[in-house]
């Protein structure tokens, strides 16, 4: 059962605009939504997080938005720079610290 | 570098040998995690550490994995009588406590059962 899911593999934006990574996910339970970010040959880095009891959070370029009462939540980038491209992954923390993580989307920034 | 460091960073086995992975986290994160990763795949939860106590071990984890973490500090993962179907990406993450979704990962150590 696939707790987080991302159903967007990959995403093509143009430099300098607006970049949105969408992410859905079933358990209530969860506290905390994160985004990773994740180079070839890398490991994933920690680039954001959300707790459940807020809305919005940002930092610099990126806001993540969430909405509970979909169980959905985004990342936003913008604007949108080549350093951008690589896989990013949303997840969620269970109350028990266990982090699962969505299979990820390609994010490719187009000159 | 203080960052988690992962050895080897490459592995090719034979089936049905024994393979050992090393991680050494950030110093002072008290929590450690394991994961492994799979082509187009997010990386999936296999075991915790809250210093040297293991917390949760998920249903991924056969009898033939085990983990460990002596003295809270670096942290081994064994595979016993490797399959093909172990070859992954397995990486390692620590945290602190206070801090706990944010996991600081290493490059992994790329794993290939022939």
């Known amino acids: 059962d696939q707790q987080v899911k991302q159903n967007s593999p990959s995403l093509s934006v143009q430099e300098g605009r607006i970049s949105i990574l969408n992410c859905d996910y079933t358990?209530?339970?969860?506290?905390?939504f994160l985004w990773y970010k994740k180079y070839p040959a890398e490991g994933p880095t920690f680039l954001i997080s959300i707790s459940s009891i807020k809305d919005k959070n940002e930092d610099g370029r990126f806001t993540v938005f969430l909405n509970k009462s979909a169980k959905h939540l985004s990342l936003h980038i913008v604007p949108s720079q080549p350093g951008d491209s690589a896989v990013y992954f949303c997840a969620a923390r269970n109350r028990d610290d266990k982090i699962i993580f969505g299979k990820g989307t390609r994010l490719h920034i187009l000159p | 570098d203080t960052g988690v460091s992962q050895d080897p960073r490459h592995k090719i086995t034979k089936r049905g040998q024994n393979v050992t992975f090393r991680c050494d986290p950030i110093s002072e994160h008290n929590r450690l995690y394991w994961y492994r990763q799979t082509l187009g795949q997010g990386p999936e939860f296999l075991t915790y550490f809250q210093n040297e106590a293991q917390l949760e071990k998920s249903r991924l984890l056969s009898d033939r994995f085990s983990a460990e973490r002596p003295k809270g500090s670096f942290s081994t993962l064994e595979i016993q009588r490797t399959e093909q179907g172990d070859s992954a990406m397995y990486l390692c993450?620590?945290?602190?406590?206070?801090?706990?979704?944010?996991?600081?990962f290493g490059s992994g150590t790329q794993l290939s059962v022939l």
């Open positions: 358990n209530s339970m969860f506290d905390y």
């Open positions: 993450a620590s945290s602190l406590d206070v801090e706990g979704e944010k996991l600081f």
